[in-house]
């Protein structure tokens, strides 16, 4: 009867008999339940996770729409802009192209007006020069004729006349 003085062999028993206890008290039993509802708590939270994710996903593509639709709107912007910078531009160009025609029309009627002065005034120098030299030339010629008092008073009207 060795085996029942080895202290080895008591500790087995011993641990037999805690074991047996551990059991009979149903701590496996709470053990598994303990282990059931971390395992629960686990589930919930990737189940919260996976809900999150989705919506962090749901939230990206609207996101990502509402970036598409604003540059799409963006680029609507700059075309308009741009239509209307052109449109402002064909205009004024059209108003600067008029406003130069009437500037030129303006200075060919002033330069015509001008002209016609000078010509005019030309003419009438022409005519006093003109006047002048008859009456030189007839003086000239009836100085060296015999004067008669009609011709004298005709010349002398003649030159008042001309004035």
């Known amino acids: 009867m060795d085996i029942m003085l080895d202290a080895h062999f008591w500790v087995g028993v ?3 008999i805690f074991a047996g206890i551990l059991v009979w008290a ?6 598994a339940q303990a282990l059931d509802a971390r395992a629960d708590k686990v589930r919930a939270q990737l189940d919260e996770a996976n ?10 593509a609207d996101i990502k729409a509402q970036r598409e639709q604003s540059e799409k709107l963006a680029a609507e912007v700059m075309a308009n802009a741009k239509e ?22 303006l200075a060919e009627r ?52 001309l004035q």
């Open 110 to 161: 002033r330069i015509a007006t001008a002209e016609a002065q000078a010509a005019a005034e030309v003419k009438a120098a022409a005519a006093d020069l003109a006047a002048q030299l008859a009456e030189k030339v007839l003086s000239q010629r009836i100085a060296g004729a015999k004067t008669d008092p009609l011709v004298d008073q005709a010349i002398g009207q003649l030159g008042t006349k």
């Open 26 to 31: 149903g701590v496996p039993r709470l053990a």
């Open 14 to 16: 011993a641990l037999v």
């Open 84 to 105: 209307e910078a052109e449109r402002l531009q064909a205009d004024s160009q059209a108003r600067l192209a008029e406003q130069i025609e009437r500037r030129g029309q």
């Open 51 to 60: 809900r999150l994710r989705e919506e962090a996903q749901a939230l990206l």
